[in-house]
């Protein structure tokens, strides 16, 4: 299949359905009121990144993507129905950008991930809505809301924790040939590769990487030269570059330094984010030299282009240094991804350090003791369970007391009522208060 990496498309989103003024027509009921249904919602696209797709392809003759518009509302409180949505399948590491604008609106490195590209149309309201206790019969309703319209580009930019980098013929693909099972084509002529060829490099059972393998460059690949820069795009995500350099040519008046020097200023020019990526250094065939003047070629190269990082000496052909290379690899792979891990563990979520910060500020003297003292977590459990028996001591001590209160109050309004009592006794035997029946 046919590698495409690029691809412009226009995504039209569907119409929402026109909402509709009706109203109960039935036999023996007069005024029966509004009955008019919403319009249904316009569909809606979506971009979905897939690992069993690996090429834009069909995006390049397919260009133009529509989702149905919803249905209208009819009578009898019937709502129109909503438009399906549609799923653009891509390969993962994909990234949709505003062909106009410029923005970047999803970038999909993950399977399965899932990004709104243009969103359907609200349906419109029926009359229904609009009823009140002064309109008894609306006649209002609204249309359905336009979906969205975009013209946008798809780049792909593939997967890989290692990126291949050198001037064509430099053994670039006789390299990932060497250390994965990936089989580009090899052959005696430049820019044999024409696209990238993804390998995954098996050091143990549970150790891989996968490399990029990108088409060379050349001397004024930027201004277009050979097959331009377009191909360093694949190499943004890659977290290491391994520039493999022709250290025997054949041509005697070739200067691999200074074809070396050359590849890392294109590199510079396209983007200088990638020009800081960490980078090693490749000496390929290294089988057409005798061993004795091996080291010495290295010295030499390595001295020209003023390198102090890392080298290393290889035969891609024969596999001569490709398993120490890629052993190499491996560890500083393993090791940038743990100390990516202890960044993230050291800088956490800034609303959950801020929420920690306001709960431990009001005690200051005993948050300064237990930072200066720290305490074991059986401590502080035994201490907050000796807290809460306490509380729960003087909740009790409460109670009873509220009850002794309460006890004691209605003891005083018992004493009230027999005083009561005893005063209306009093008055009822005053003199002169009681009648006399004559005899």
Request: charged share 25%; glycine share 10%; proline share 5%.
């Amino acid at each position: 299949m046919k590698f495409i990496d690029e691809a412009v498309i226009e995504v039209h989103a569907g119409k929402g359905g026109d909402g509709v003024a009706s109203f109960r027509r039935e036999k023996f009921i007069p005024r029966g009121g509004p009955d008019g249904g919403d319009g249904g919602r316009g569909g809606s696209i979506y971009a979905v990144a897939d690992r069993n797709i690996n090429t834009l392809i069909d995006y390049r003759y397919a260009r133009i993507h529509r989702a149905k518009n919803g249905e209208k509302g009819q009578g009898s409180d019937c709502y129109g129905r909503s438009a399906p949505d549609i799923e653009l399948r891509v390969p993962v590491g994909t990234v949709v950008t505003d062909a106009e604008t410029g923005e970047v609106i999803a970038d999909l490195d993950h399977d399965g991930e899932r990004a709104l590209l243009a969103k359907g149309g609200k349906g419109g309201l029926g009359n229904l809505h609009f009823k009140s206790s002064i309109n008894r019969a609306p006649r209002q309703f609204t249309v359905g809301e336009p979906g969205e319209s975009r013209k946008l580009k798809l780049e792909l930019k593939v997967l890989a924790d290692v990126g291949l980098l050198g001037m064509p013929n430099a053994g670039k693909s006789t390299f990932i040939r060497a250390v994965s099972a990936a089989r580009p084509k090899v052959a005696d002529y430049p820019f044999t590769t024409l696209h990238p060829n993804l390998g995954v490099v098996r050091v143990d059972v549970n150790r891989s990487f996968v490399v990029a393998d990108i088409p060379g460059l050349i001397e004024g690949a930027a201004e277009g030269a050979g097959l331009g820069h377009q191909f360093l795009r694949h190499l943004a995500r890659t977290r290491l570059l391994l520039h493999i350099v022709d250290m025997a040519p054949l041509d005697e008046k070739a200067d691999p330094a200074r074809e070396a020097k050359a590849i890392v200023k294109e590199l510079r020019k396209y983007d200088e984010a990638l020009y800081r990526k960490p980078r090693w250094l490749v000496l390929n065939k290294a089988d057409v030299l005798p061993a004795e003047e091996r080291e010495q070629a290295a010295k030499r190269l390595v001295r020209g282009l003023g390198w102090k990082g890392k080298s290393f000496i290889i035969s891609a052909l024969t596999g001569e240094g490709c398993k120490e290379l890629a052993y190499e690899v491996m560890t500083y792979l393993e090791e940038s991804a743990a100390a990516d891990r202890r960044a993230a563990d050291r800088d956490p979520d800034p609303v959950t350090a801020g929420e920690a910060e306001s709960v431990s500020a009001p005690g200051s003297a005993a948050s300064s003791a237990q930072r200066q003292h720290p305490v074991s977590p059986e401590t502080l459990a035994s201490s907050s369970s000796r807290q809460t028996t306490s509380s729960s001591r003087q909740t009790t001590s409460s109670s009873r007391q509220t009850t002794s209160s309460s006890r004691q109050t209605t003891s005083s309004s018992r004493q009230t009522t027999s005083s009561s009592r005893q005063t209306t006794s009093s008055s009822r035997r005053k003199p002169g208060s009681r009648k006399t029946v004559p005899h």
